[in-house]
């Protein structure tokens, strides 16, 4: 096993010589060392040039029987892989429901997954805060790791104040732009095993059109909205893709990260736009705590507006099954549900 190799380097070069892992004590000082380096393993998967067998490697051509195994980040591209790639692929996605990507480090169980993986897709953009560098040079160095965003332009991609230089990574919340990542990840499903190409391609315009179709209908929901309430505020700026596709106008909390909390200067001023603008919701986030919402509804009520919290939205994570939402077209399909009903007057 690989990983075996990785944990056995990082104690060879942490642990002094002259520690021989003999009693049950020993052994658990060692779990307890790996599990402090779990940061760094990711980045030793590089060093040591240990990802993922190519397709060369492979005893069987890709098929139902042998699927293709790969790894994604997060639950919104996993269900993209899993749309492409049909029973062709076998998708482990590394975050699950509810779990913020900006701030998440890559387990032991991560690493191990990565380096059995075939393909790994990833967003990109400095969505996997704690990842993103060393899928980059990953992939640099000619493994087979993909981001999802890669065949995006400038014109695509949003830009963020927050962060100079860097793009907003929220590209899912436009459909169009999500479906130029299903043809990212049908290019390089085809590439890694030639013989299902066709397959894929199919698979990749099916999808295309579920998404022209999910487009129609979201724009025709959200179009019933009166014009002055077609305001979104919700936990993060995870939205402004989102906005720009279906004439919304969207304020976070938070930034395009998580990584910075939003402070009582980022509530007050918050709090004073939406009761100028006397808008009737803010919307929760999955995968974020409502504390600050919480707060910015105070803070409203306190200049005396009241504001509801119409629901909550699925940002950076999925649904869990069950939920609907598990999908991303399910997901899609909640959340303008939910703006809708959020921001439409009683009549
Ligand atoms: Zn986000």
Known sequence: MKITVLVITVLKTTVPKTTVLKTESDRYSAVNIIRWLSPFLLALVILLGGCAPR?????????????????????????????????LVVVEGLMGPGVDPHLYQASE??????????????????????MVEIFEQMEGRGMPVHAVTDGLSD???????????NHDPHVWFDPGLWKKAAQAVGTVL?????????????????????LDMLTAWARTSLDAIPEDYRVLVTS????????????????????ISTVLEAGTADVRDLAAFVAERRIPSLFLESSISPRGMEAVRAAVRDRGFEVRIGGTLYGDALGGP????????GMLRSNVETIVAGLTPAS
């Open 322 to 329: 069950g939920t609907g939402a598990d999908t991303y077209v």
């Open 190 to 210: 085809s590439a890694h095993a030639p013989e299902q190409a066709e397959r894929f391609a199919a698979a990749t315009a099916a999808y295309e059109a579920d």
């Open 55 to 87: 397709s060369s490697d492979r005893v069987n051509p890709v098929s139902p029987e042998h699927p293709i195994r790969v790894v994604a980040t997060t639950s919104v591209i996993a269900d993209l892989v899993r749309q492409i790639g049909g029973d």
């Open 155 to 165: 014109e695509d991609l949003l830009s963020s104040a927050q962060f100079t230089g």
């Open 236 to 255: 993060h700026d995870a939205f402004g893709y989102f906005g720009r596709a279906f004439g919304l106008d969207v304020h976070g909390l938070q930034g």
């Open 109 to 130: 169980g991560d690493v191990s997954a990565i380096t059995e993986a075939e393909l790994v897709f990833y967003n990109g953009l400095h969505l996997e805060g704690k």
